[in-house]
């Protein structure tokens, strides 16, 4: 059994996300401890729990120590099996981070699976859906992946609610990615969201996204408005994502959302603040989806080869444990907040 510390690195829930998609690939059983042991609410929460068993279903597994503010599981693997499966948090916890760990094992299960995950769509401190869907879902698709993500129903936290159903086709291959270049870029787009707000929040968000941009040297703009009438919605909050695509593959994402009291004018303009930090750093990816594409790179046939624009603690993290738990080596240039080469072998043993 593979032991791991769930505080290395970063010590987030991430490690455990990690640890549970590769043990379900790999076919090792694995012992995770100190998880999230020095956050402020330690151990396992809702959205944690629900990881774990959504794991467990999707790879037949056996689990213990799964209770609220446990910092110890063990997880011990069957064969993955694909499906129909529905998960529902009972939190506005975030569902694109369930997402992280369960569409890797769905793409090597033994047939095509459609999952339902209820929670949080648009949460702060993790991908708001509408980057899954613009920014990250793009590359997965170049590198072979057949995966769609359909919003139902949208859900801000703390309320949450909302919706979401992923269709994943099983791949017996992944394509490597190799992107370093940033070549030329194909214009700014964006989603601003709201619901159980009057429709001028989207519309001013938007403005001032688009009216930053312009001042940046990005006159073209364009950014879509979806807002859920008030009353209509199972939560309250608005977001905004925007995005740009690069000549060479390279995808680059800045986002922000709406709190109690923060000016729409504000959103927007965070958002637009995001994009273009990381757009400054002349990489083909931004910080965020670097660290997404860690565990991906892992899966490919052959060595990937990407440039960031910011080395995170997070993306540092996943190598370390990607290395701790397979034979699947990287190499990464750069300091930690700077500009950054990440390669990586690839060719994990997917049992």
């Given at each position: 059994?593979?032991e791991?510390d769930?505080?290395?690195?970063?010590?987030?829930?991430?490690?455990?996300?990690?640890c549970?998609?590769?043990s379900?690939?790999?076919?090792?059983?694995?012992r995770i401890k100190?998880?999230?042991?020095n956050?402020?609410s330690p151990?396992?929460?809702?959205?944690?729990?629900t990881?774990?068993?959504a794991?467990?279903?999707?790879a037949?597994?056996k689990?213990?120590?799964?209770?609220?503010?446990?910092?110890?599981i063990?997880?011990?693997?069957?064969?993955?099996r694909g499906?129909t499966?529905?998960f529902?948090?009972?939190?506005a916890?975030s569902?694109?981070?369930i997402l992280?760990s369960?569409?890797?094992?769905?793409?090597?299960?033994d047939?095509r699976?459609t999952?339902?995950?209820i929670g949080g769509?648009?949460?702060?401190?993790a991908?708001?859906?509408?980057?899954i869907?613009n920014?990250?879902?793009?590359v997965?698709?170049a590198m072979?992946?057949?995966?769609?993500?359909?919003l139902?129903r949208?859900?801000?936290?703390?309320?949450?609610?909302g919706r979401?159903?992923?269709?994943i086709?099983?791949?017996?291959v992944l394509h490597a990615?190799?992107?370093?270049d940033?070549g030329t870029?194909k214009g700014v787009?964006g989603?601003?969201?709201s619901?159980?707000?009057p429709?001028?929040?989207?519309?001013?968000?938007?403005q001032a996204?688009?009216?930053?941009?312009a001042r940046?040297g990005y006159?073209?703009?364009?950014i879509a408005?979806?807002?859920e009438?008030e009353?209509r919605g199972t939560s309250?909050g608005?977001?905004?994502v925007?995005w740009?695509?690069?000549?060479?593959?390279?995808?680059?994402?800045?986002?922000a959302?709406?709190?109690?009291?923060?000016?729409?004018e504000l959103?927007g303009?965070?958002?637009a603040?995001?994009?273009?930090?990381q757009l400054s750093?002349?990489?083909?990816?931004?910080?965020h989806?670097?660290?997404q594409?860690?565990?991906w790179?892992?899966?490919a046939?052959?060595?990937s080869?990407?440039a960031?624009?910011e080395?995170?603690l997070?993306a540092?993290t996943?190598?370390?444990?990607?290395e701790?738990f397979?034979d699947?080596?990287?190499n990464i240039k750069g300091?930690?907040?700077?500009k950054g080469l990440?390669?990586?072998?690839?060719?994990?043993?997917v049992?």
């Open positions: 059994m593979i791991i769930g505080s290395v690195g970063e010590g987030g829930g991430q490690v455990l996300r990690i549970l998609a590769l379900a690939l790999t076919g090792e059983p694995t100190n998880i999230r042991i956050r402020e151990g396992l929460r809702n959205q944690h729990l990881n774990i068993h794991i467990a279903k999707a037949c597994a689990t213990s120590g799964l209770q609220i503010g446990s910092s110890e063990t997880f011990s693997p069957g064969r993955r499906g499966f529905c529902d948090i009972k939190t916890g569902t694109t981070l992280q369960l569409i890797p094992v769905l793409a090597f299960a047939e699976s999952v339902t995950l769509t648009n949460n702060p401190l991908p708001q859906v509408d980057y869907v920014v990250l879902n793009p997965l698709a072979g992946l057949t995966y769609d993500l359909h139902i949208r859900g801000f936290y703390p309320r949450g609610g979401i159903k992923a269709l086709e099983p791949v017996d990615i190799n992107v370093v940033v870029l787009e989603i601003s969201v619901s159980n707000l429709r001028h929040v989207v519309q001013r968000q938007a996204a688009m009216e930053y941009c940046a006159p073209d703009t364009r408005c979806e807002a009438p009353g309250t608005s977001g905004i925007l740009t695509e690069t000549s060479t593959g390279g995808r680059l994402g800045g986002d959302l709406g709190a109690r009291g923060k000016p729409a959103v303009r965070e958002a603040t995001n994009l273009l930090v750093k002349e990489a083909p990816f931004d910080m989806l670097g660290d594409l860690i565990i790179m892992a899966l046939k052959q060595r080869r990407i960031v624009a080395l995170t997070h540092l996943a190598a370390r444990v990607i701790t397979t699947c080596p990287f300091e930690l907040g700077d990440i390669e990586c072998k690839g060719g994990i043993a049992a």
